[in-house]
Nanobody, 115 residues
Framework: QVHLVESGGGLVQPGGSLRLSCAIS????????MAWYRQAPGKEREPVAA???????NYADSVKGRFTISRTNSKNTMYLQMNSLKPEETAVYYC?????????WGQGTQVTVSS
């Protein structure tokens, strides 16, 4: 069974930075994508950043130049470095792994951007 556990969320002032981590355990194979999503109160979950199957990265337009997705060579830990955070980016951030069988989600970590 694959498990994903996010950490690193918290309260940060506007313009500040946070680094989220996603620890991945279990049998990992035939990965299609690894990604970060977020869901703000009253809104739908949206993609933030992702690794595609060939290892390239994609970002939502709203975070380009400020967020960076990375992972370890073993692909058992994924990170999201978030800089210049804005209040509207307050949300629960989730990591996701999709392989040929199914999509796996973590429990989420709360990020609150407020002064």
């Amino acid at each position: 069974q694959v498990h994903l556990v996010e950490s690193g969320g918290g309260l940060v002032q506007p313009g500040g930075s946070l680094r989220l981590s996603c620890a991945i355990s279990g049998p990992i194979f035939s990965i299609i994508t690894m990604a970060w999503y977020r869901q703000a109160p009253g809104k739908e979950r949206e993609p933030v950043a992702a690794f595609t199957s060939d290892g390239s990265t994609n970002y939502a337009d709203s975070v380009k130049g400020r967020f960076t997705i990375s992972r370890t060579n073993s692909k058992n830990t994924m990170y999201l470095q978030m800089n210049s955070l804005k209040p509207e980016e307050t949300a629960v951030y989730y990591c996701n792994l999709r392989n040929i069988l199914r999509s796996y989600w973590g429990q989420g970590t709360q990020v609150t951007v407020s002064s």
